[in-house]
């Protein structure tokens, strides 16, 4: 039986004989100058559905209009940010599977770009529009997360300092998606432990308290605040059903820590909410020290891609006018490309930098164990 | 010369014997299967157990470098960090330690849930299986079809129910009232909206059909012989129950309890629905965000399952092996009597259909009201429209997709995908069950059948999160393995269990004298399948193929890291909605699936008699 065995099993293994790699690696590193011209010209030569993966649901209707555009067959899949990162790691090996992938959670990133999963592109075209920074790898555009509350009744949580959500007061009224459930949301508490957050943590405890922080048996005061922040909040399954509770008639005094464009969905109450920051911004004051926190979502070519030009015309697509067009038609979204007007209705993604929690992906690697092991006890 | 001449009697005989052992069909299955089965589960299963030691790409790599570990190394860490760090300097003392946290502490909750389910599953199944069975209740017909709606919705479809129907605001988020706080202005208090019981009563009403099936089964089948033997010998009912009729049932009754108890330890959706909000966690909910981070230590959440479904297993089995097997359907058989509940019986068919009524009609019409409403709960007629099912253009929902689910190109695709799935893995899982089934019915005892046995229950007792991601990375390494293929293989060998277990099942209750008297006069074995064991027990059978069936096309966690494309399957699809909150939709496709597998069932019952409903009794 045994010998039977282990005869089935190694025909199993010689089935799993390598298909020879696919070199998008290469293709991308060689068309680094191709114009728009060039590169259309060899996407329409590819062949097969273009297949492309992102972590935001209107990459959907991005994809259509690209292929209305140029007449390609497009296929585009709207999946959480780890779903992708599982699936590119079995398709690199076997080919198939993603041809794109706009994707969020720049740690992980780091990783998937190291393990040769993704590869990045800079279309020639936007090298002068983008900041270097956002270029490597290249940011699509910024989504945010942001303290939102609703504005009825008499208990209004209109908070001008991220303090006043520590306030036992709070306890029950502050929604959060679970960090443990999407990493964005822990990237972000992990950026509040860094020595400049902390800081202004600090500074901020001091304006609003009056007194000096005393930390305890915290680390530093982005710890603190984070204990404190997450005794007071309740989970909710996803920022959509958070935003239309929060939006609710009977929620008064209820605030929460959301993506700024779920309030575009038509079935959020949007008149019962405000934006803190809106507010704040409206008439010149801050919220202290920050109003949410700002996240990159990226765009790269999949290394397993069988149409890794198509990948790139597609990438260089949706930094133009057009490319953005479906995020481009409400608050919450912001294109890395200077060329690309901030949304109407919106603050400038200039503003919104600099009143939020950005990310930084390597203090995020670094620091992940030790943070991430601080806010489970504080999701118990 | 002598010695020559005995070695080749022996040889003789033993190519004598292998030939012998060859020509019994029972073997070739065996043989067939045990193969088989061994690469499909135990495959996976080294897979799983080799990923517990390794260091994983990302937030893992980061987190052991400074141990100088990385990518690709082995090390015991995972074991280390996930159940034996209990104290880590911090102030809270054991429970606060990472182990209590991600794993001491949701284990408690997750056997309490297992076990609460089970047994409520089992308590009302096994019920409802007695009174359609055995008593003259009313509204039989109503019970029985109504029944097995819990079963047939996707479980966390009933979650949502549950909150969106009791949710108020002095619990959970506290933001807005449910239909019966706002209706009665009654608030339901937070044990019973989440937590703990509300997980365990929505997976135990979930998987009841599972007692109703398999005992029902039996209860209908069993031979009247034994207990009209009680009756004449003036045995008192109560004891005829106690001593005759529950001996009976119990095997079927520790499937149950084995079926139901590994479901609900692997469930993910419903314990996020109705556990999140008030900070209540399960193994499979932090082996779900493991995944996405420190995935060793998911795995070893998903070893640690494995081997509470075996000890299960194995329990259940020393329980049924040990002799106690009874023959229920032999050459002769006449019909059960049935109680008469006399002034009980109205009493009892009311109480019974109106639970029914509210736990599986009231969450359909709840579906259908909310996917016609624009904004959640406000139920006037202006606020209502028919755009979720037949609308066109709805760019200005913004919600993924741009027609009603009726005229969506996309809907129908994934429909038409998930229904021939479903259809595919029913064919394989039953068809299989069925020979597994007289495979190991016939060579009951030996060796080779109990290890069939025991491998094609195993698949079952593997999460299904853990399984999908299994093989996952096995098809990375096999080139056809990929799309249909993969999905179709992974459910199979997943819902054989559900197949292997009808078909013991039936030809156990199978006197061997029927198989007997067709071998005597020379028919063959295949013509003795297709025309005498397969007749006789069809309808036990048919509920092998039934169960895969239904099961795939609610399946969520298994393939949701298979599936092509999110809009590959209905639930995945589903799923999707529900978690971006587009609620219209999601109702919309839930009632669609739950149509579609009622009309399935209803054409298989038209054409062949069985039904889920019906079960294994037929």
Redesign the interface.
């Known amino acids: 039986m045994k010998k039977f065995l282990s005869l089935i099993i190694a025909a199993v293994i010689m089935l799993a004989a390598m298909p020879a790699l696919a070199a998008a690696s290469d293709i991308v590193a060689a068309s680094a100058d191709l114009n728009h011209e060039e590169l259309l010209e060899k996407a329409l030569a590819e062949n097969g559905t273009f297949i492309v993966y992102g972590n935001t649901s209107r990459i959907t209707t991005a994809l259509e209009d690209f292929c209305k555009l140029y007449g390609f067959t497009g296929e585009g899949n709207n999946l959480k940010d780890a779903e992708i990162y599982t699936k590119l790691e079995n398709e690199v090996n076997g080919g198939g599977g993603a041809d794109m992938v706009m994707i969020q959670d720049g740690a992980a990133l780091v990783y998937a770009i190291e393990d040769g999963l993704l590869v990045n592109y800079i279309p020639a075209a936007i090298k002068d529009s983008v900041s270097q920074e956002d270029q490597n790898p290249l940011v699509q555009q910024f989504i945010n997360k942001v303290f939102i509350y609703n504005n009825l009744g008499d208990n209004v949580p209109a908070i001008k300092n991220v303090w006043e959500l520590t306030d036992p007061s709070f306890k029950g009224n502050i929604i959060f998606k679970n960090p443990e459930q999407e990493q964005v949301n822990m990237n972000f508490l992990i950026m509040l432990t860094s020595e400049e957050w902390s800081a202004k943590l600090t500074d901020a405890y001091k304006a609003l308290k009056g007194e000096d922080i005393e930390l305890g048996g915290y680390k530093n005061a982005g710890y603190k605040w984070i204990a404190e922040f997450l005794g007071n909040c309740t989970f909710g399954s996803s920022d959509t059903t958070i935003a239309e509770e929060i939006s609710k008639e009977t929620a008064g005094g209820k605030i929460g820590l959301f993506v700024l464009s779920k309030l575009r969905s038509s079935t959020v109450l949007t008149d019962n909410l405000t934006v803190a920051e809106y507010d704040a911004n409206a008439e010149s004051y801050t919220v202290e020290p920050f109003s949410g926190f700002i996240y990159p979502m990226y765009a790269l070519v999949s290394s397993g891609a069988s149409r890794p030009y198509t990948a790139m015309l597609f990438i260089e697509y949706l930094m133009t006018d057009a490319g953005f067009a479906p995020w481009g038609s409400s608050i919450g979204a912001y294109s890395s490309s200077s060329a690309i007007a901030p949304n109407e209705g919106d603050l400038g993604i200039d503003i919104w930098k600099a009143s939020s929690v950005t990310e930084d992906p390597q203090f995020i690697l670094d620091n992940y164990a030790d943070v991430a092991d601080f806010v489970i006890k504080y999701l118990q | 010369m002598e010695l020559q001449l005995t070695n080749r009697v022996r040889m003789t005989r033993l190519s004598g014997k292998t030939r012998a052992w060859f020509t019994k069909p029972a073997n070739i299955i065996l043989l067939v299967f045990?193969?088989l089965l061994?690469?499909l589960t135990?495959?996976p299963l080294l897979t799983l157990l080799m990923e517990t030691v390794i260091v994983h790409?990302?937030?893992e790599?980061?987190?052991v470098r400074s141990l100088g570990l990385a990518?690709g190394d082995t090390t015991w860490w995972h074991f280390q960090k996930l159940l034996f760090t209990l104290n880590?300097g911090?102030?809270?003392g054991i429970r606060?330690s990472?182990s209590w946290?991600?794993f001491y502490?949701p284990f408690l909750n997750t056997m309490a849930v297992s076990l609460a389910s089970s047994f409520i599953a089992i308590l009302f199944g096994g019920a409802v299986a007695f009174l359609i069975t055995r008593t003259n209740m009313l509204f039989k017909k109503f019970v029985s079809a109504v029944f097995v709606f819990p079963y047939i919705m996707p479980s966390w479809t009933l979650a949502l129910f549950w909150q969106t129907f009791l949710k108020n605001?002095n619990i959970?988020?506290?933001?807005?009232?449910g239909i019966f706080a706002s209706m009665f202005g009654i608030y339901a208090p937070e044990w019973l909206v989440y937590g703990f019981f509300p997980i365990s009563l929505v997976l135990g009403l979930h998987y009841a059909p599972f007692a109703y099936i398999l005992i029902g089964g039996i209860l209908r089948n069993m031979d009247a012989n034994l207990e009209e033997a009680a009756t004449i010998l003036k045995t008192p009912r109560s004891r005829i129950i106690r001593k005759i009729t529950l001996p009976i049932v119990m095997p079927a009754i520790l499937s149950t309890f084995l079926l139901t108890f590994a479901s609900s330890m692997s469930a993910y959706a419903v314990p996020?629905?109705l556990g999140?909000?008030v900070?209540y966690y399960m193994l499979s909910t932090k082996m779900k965000?493991l995944?996405?981070?420190y995935s060793g230590q998911a795995y070893i959440i998903a070893g640690i399952m494995i081997v509470f479904g075996v000890a299960i297993l194995l329990l259940n089995q020393k329980l049924t092996n040990s002799r106690r097997s009874f023959v229920t359907v032999s050459g002769k058989s006449s019909q059960i009597s049935q109680i008469n509940l006399r002034k009980a019986n109205k009493p009892i068919a009311i109480i019974l259909v109106a639970i029914l009524l509210i736990v599986a009609v009231l969450p359909l019409i709840t579906f259908a009201m909310e996917s016609v409403i624009?904004?959640?709960?406000d139920y006037s007629l202006k606020n209502m429209t028919m755009d979720f099912w037949i609308g066109q253009n709805l760019t200005?929902?913004?919600?993924?997709d741009s027609n009603g689910i009726l005229l969506s190109a996309k809907i129908w695709k994934a429909l038409g995908y998930s229904v021939l799935l479903a259809v595919v893995c029913s064919l394989i899982a039953g068809t299989s069950g069925m020979l597994v089934g007289y495979g190991i019915a016939k060579r009951r005892g030996s060796k080779l059948s109990s290890a069939v046995n025991s491998l094609s229950f195993f698949p079952y007792l593997m999460p299904s999160l853990a399984f999908g991601?299994i093989y996952?990375?096995m098809?990375?390494?096999?080139?056809?393995l990929?799309g249909f293929a993969l999905l179709a293989i992974v459910g199979s060998v997943k819902y054989l269990p559900f197949a292997s277990r009808s078909g013991v099942n039936a030809m156990l209750q199978l006197s061997g004298e029927i198989e007997e008297a067709a071998i005597i006069t020379g028919v063959p074995w295949f013509k003795r399948m297709t025309r005498i064991i397969f007749p006789i027990q069809k309808a036990t059978f048919l509920s092998g193929y039934l169960l895969p069936m239904v099961s795939c096309m609610r399946e969520l966690s298994l393939f949701?890291?298979l599936v092509?494309?999110?809009?590959t399957i209905l639930t995945t699809m589903l799923m999707?909605y529900s978690?971006?909150?587009?609620?219209?939709f999601g109702n919309a496709i839930n009632l669609l699936i739950v149509t579609v597998v009622l009309l399935l069932n209803y054409t298989v019952n038209k054409l062949t008699g069985a039904s889920i409903d019906k079960g294994v009794g037929g």
Do not use: C
């Open positions: 045990v193969i061994g690469v135990l495959y790409s990302g937030r790599a980061s987190a990518k880590d911090g102030a809270g606060l990472n946290i991600q502490s605001t959970g988020t506290g933001t807005s009232n996020v629905f999140s909000p900070r965000s995944m996405d981070t624009i904004k959640a709960g200005y929902l913004d919600q993924g991601a996952l990375s098809s990375s390494h096999v080139p056809w990929r949701v890291l092509p494309t999110s809009n999707q978690e971006k909150g587009w609620a219209q």
